[in-house]
T-cell receptor, first 112, second 114 residues
Framework: ETGVTQSPTHLIKTRGQQVTLRCSSQSGHNTVSWYQQALGQGPQFIFQYYREEENGRGNFPPRFSGLQFPNYSSELNVNALELDDSALYLC???????????FGEGSRLTVL | QQQVKQSPQSLIVQKGGISIINCAYENTAFDYFPWYQQFPGKGPALLIAIRPDVSEKKEGRFTISFNKSAKQFSLHIMDSQPGDSATYFCAASPPEASGSRLTFGEGTQLTVNP
């Protein structure tokens, strides 16, 4: 059984740039959720994808967008990067009906 | 608006002692309350979870106590070990999300001294 994998593990961008983060869900899982974890804070829910559609969104602006592909993998896109976007971005997969989240190790984004 | 408040921020316990972390929530619609453990450089991992139809759940050395009327729940780690040193997060989820859309507390950094 393959766990949740994320890429890249670390990246540095400058303010105003755009970034794409990728996630492969755990085998058999059909739902992907994205969370932002600022340093020293708990993860904050960004959005969730199920059957390739957004299925719930947290308090994040539209410049945060995502995709889910037929193989259940997912992308998180952030446009017009701001300094406050610097964080660990966590992807989690689950079976929709069960809900237990399995997290990847995250992508550490630094915005300069 | 912080919907899940966690305390303490940090906790130091001697090996063999009991670690207790508390959480309080505001949204009475929440119906799933997990605890996650996170080691440095890793993603959070589910430790134990409870639903409000029971007041306590035990798995090995880990116990969740749940008080629905007070809107509080806590994690007890018995016989704490140095390997338990990590950051612990409580969380809560509304019923429509089936446990997969979580509101997290701010975390407790636990240090277990040998």
């Amino acid at each position: 059984e393959t766990g949740v994998t994320q890429s890249p593990t670390h990246l540095i961008k400058t303010r105003g740039q755009q970034v794409t983060l990728r996630c492969s869900s755990q085998s058999g899982h059909n739902t992907v959720s994205w969370y932002q974890q600022a340093l020293g804070q708990g993860p904050q829910f960004i959005f969730q994808y199920y059957r390739e559609e957004e299925n719930g969104r947290g308090n994040f602006p539209p410049r945060f967008s995502g995709l889910q592909f037929p193989n259940y993998s997912s992308e998180l896109n952030v446009n017009a990067l701001e300094l406050d976007d610097s964080a660990l971005y966590l992807c989690a997969s689950s079976l929709y009906t069960r809900g237990e989240l399995f997290f990847g190790e995250g992508s550490r984004l630094t915005v300069l | 608006q912080q919907q899940v408040k966690q305390s303490p921020q940090s906790l130091i316990v001697q090996k063999g002692g009991i670690s207790i972390i508390n959480c309080a929530y505001e949204n009475t619609a929440f119906d799933y309350f997990p605890w996650y453990q996170q080691f440095p450089g890793k993603g959070p991992a589910l430790l134990i979870a409870i639903r409000p139809d029971v007041s306590e759940k035990k798995e090995g050395r880990f116990t969740i106590s749940f008080n629905k009327s007070a809107k509080q729940f806590s994690l007890h780690i018995m016989d704490s070990q140095p390997g338990d040193s990590a950051t612990y997060f409580c969380a809560a989820s509304p019923p429509e999300a089936s446990g997969s859309r979580l509101t997290f507390g701010e975390g407790t950094q636990l240090t277990v001294n040998p």
